[in-house]
């Protein structure tokens, strides 16, 4: 178990310049490529799932999933994307938190990716999320479920291998160190 979960995975990092400049641009890279969508307005694929990502890896889970919430926030407030509910800032929380529990303080391997996206993905973006949705649209659960099941399938192998490729080329380029704390 000591490989797939990080150790000191409660540890929020010492806030300082460093932590607060590199998380801003973290921040901004979420909101924009939160933003950046392909696809079909019913069903668009976007790429904040990096950022989310790099947010975990870097910081780990507590701060990882206080940044998510802190983007959903921004991304409604200054973009005014969707319907604002504050019950997805959960979502939002265990998006960041998953990634951190399963990626911080490690060396990038396809188990801890897999993992971390099968959970992001089905509790959290197809169950929970549909869900909330359910009740702030006053829709059928079954109908949201079902409309969200096939792209959320569709959308875990393309996210693990992204994360693995722009991962791997972080890694050989040794940025991460200059990150991390």
């Known amino acids: 178990m000591n490989n797939i979960i990080s150790t000191n995975i409660f540890r929020v990092p010492k806030l300082d310049a460093k932590l607060l400049s590199v998380s801003a ?14 696809g079909p307005a019913f069903a668009p694929v976007t790429f904040g799932f990096i950022s989310m990502a790099l947010m975990g890896y870097l910081y780990g889970p507590v701060w990882a999933g206080i940044l998510e919430m802190i983007s959903n926030v921004i991304c409604f407030t200054v973009f005014g994307s969707g319907t604002f509910q504050i019950a997805f800032l959960i979502g939002a929380f265990l998006g960041g938190f998953i ?12 188990f801890s990716v897999i993992l971390s996206q099968l959970i992001i993905m089905i509790p959290i973006s197809l169950l929970l999320n549909s869900w909330l949705m359910s009740i ?4 059928n659960f079954q109908a949201i479920f079902w409309s969200r099941l096939f792209r959320n399938l569709a959308l875990i192998p393309i ?15 040794g940025l991460f160190k200059t990150f991390k704390l």
Do not use: C, H, P, W
């Not at 973290?26 to 909101?31: I, Y």
């Not at 399963?102 to 060396?107: A, G, I, P, T, V």
């Not at 996210?159 to 380029?173: D, H, S, Y």
């Open 25 to 38: 641009l973290l921040l901004a890279m979420d909101v924009i490529l939160y933003k950046i969508s392909i």
């Open 99 to 110: 990634n951190g529990l399963f990626l911080y303080q490690k060396k990038i391997n396809v």
């Open 136 to 139: 702030l649209f006053n829709a």
């Open 159 to 173: 996210q693990i291998i992204i994360i693995m490729v722009v991962f791997t080329a972080l890694e050989k380029r």
